[in-house]
Nanobody, 116 residues
């Protein structure tokens, strides 16, 4: 399993970022995928999920209405569109295979910093 995130960066409050995750080494379309994040000094926090076969999505309360998860099963890419970013969204964002809150198969992460 290889998962490589990209697209992080520095953005002002209210700004937007689009994260990408290139997946390889497994049959991507068969797996539910997740975005999770880790803020400084805190543990992993689930952001959202997307099913592999039907594309059904679920979001944490803080992500609803601001973040959108999507996937391209042809090119094995997972996306996270983040709008109206807030200071508290600052974290390292990881894409992961989603297995009942087990995100051990995840990438190296991409840093998102929201700052004035």
């Amino acid at each position: 399993v290889q998962l490589v995130e990209s697209g992080g960066g520095l953005v002002q409050p209210g700004g937007s970022l689009r994260l990408s995750c290139a997946a390889s080494g497994f049959t991507f379309r068969l797996y539910a995928m997740a975005w999770v994040r880790q803020a400084p000094g805190k543990g992993l926090e689930w952001v959202c999920d997307i099913n592999g076969y039907d594309g059904i999505t679920t979001y944490s309360e803080f992500a609803k209405g601001r973040f959108t998860i999507s996937r391209d099963n042809t090119n094995n890419i997972l996306y996270l569109q983040m709008n109206n970013l807030k200071l508290e969204d600052t974290a390292v964002y990881f894409c992961a295979i989603s297995r009942d809150n087990d995100w051990r198969d995840r990438g190296q992460g991409t840093q998102v910093t929201v700052s004035t």
